[in-house]
């Protein structure tokens, strides 16, 4: 089945130090999405990317990083500059239809859950 | 300032019960997401609409562009309907999803 993998479900990061979570797609979507969830707010874009080797920041891009050199996979770095990292991160991703991509049904992971030890 | 309110926050019910949960926006939208996110957190695509109206098992989605609201509908609703329902739209001109709060609903077997 086709679907999205995000990973770990959990992670933990110390002061200082920089985490990577996972996302991989076999839907063969050109268009992926990282999202952030905090608790009684709406999920916030943080990066996206429509074509491997391109990505955009989001509204929240402060403090993370991304890279997209595979079409399956769009990574996401938390760095050490990110001083609330706390929250639930969902990466999604779509077809992309030109001039209006965001119009397309966006296919969600699971999550990742990221704790400050 | 383009925003999405949904109500109510939080909804229980009874099984079996007619649910409607309402989605308003500010201004003109190119499209509008109903997503339903599960007590995990894995979310799922249930509509995405432009006008008029779509139906999927209990489920039905509606909007109405003029008044710039949408309701997402469950008829006989089951504890496992039991999940956050979360509407995001995609206003005129802009290059991303707004997404509301999201309402939580609870169904009482």
């Known amino acids: 089945d086709g679907g999205i993998t995000q990973s770990p479900k959990y992670l933990f990061r110390k002061e200082g130090q920089n985490v990577t979570l ?40 402060e403090g993370y990083s991304v890279s997209r050199e595979k079409k399956e996979s769009f990574p996401l770095t938390v760095t050490s500059a990110q001083k609330n990292p706390t929250a639930f991160y969902l990466c999604a991703s779509s077809l992309r239809s030109v001039g209006e ?17 | 300032k383009n925003e999405v309110e949904q109500s109510p926050q939080n909804l229980t019910a009874q099984e079996g019960e007619f649910i409607t949960i309402n989605c308003s926006y500010s201004v003109g939208i190119s499209a509008l997401h109903w997503l339903q996110q599960h007590p995990g957190g894995g979310i799922v695509s249930l509509f995405m609409l432009s006008s008029g109206k779509k139906k999927h098992g209990r489920l039905i989605a509606t909007i109405n562009i003029q008044e710039k609201h949408s309701s997402l509908h469950i008829t006989a609703s089951h504890p496992r309907d039991s999940a956050v329902y979360i509407c995001a739209v995609r206003f005129w001109g802009a290059q991303k999803l707004v997404f509301g709060q999201g309402t939580r609903l609870t169904i009482n077997p």
């Open chain 1, 22 to 61: 996972s996302c991989e797609q076999n839907l063969n979507h050109d268009a992926m999405y990282w999202y952030r969830q905090d608790p009684g707010q709406g999920l916030r874009l943080i990066y996206y990317s429509q074509i491997v080797n391109d990505f955009q920041k989001g509204d929240i891009a």
């Open chain 1, 101 to 117: 991509w965001f119009n397309q049904p966006q296919h969600f992971g699971d999550g990742t859950r990221l704790s400050i030890l």
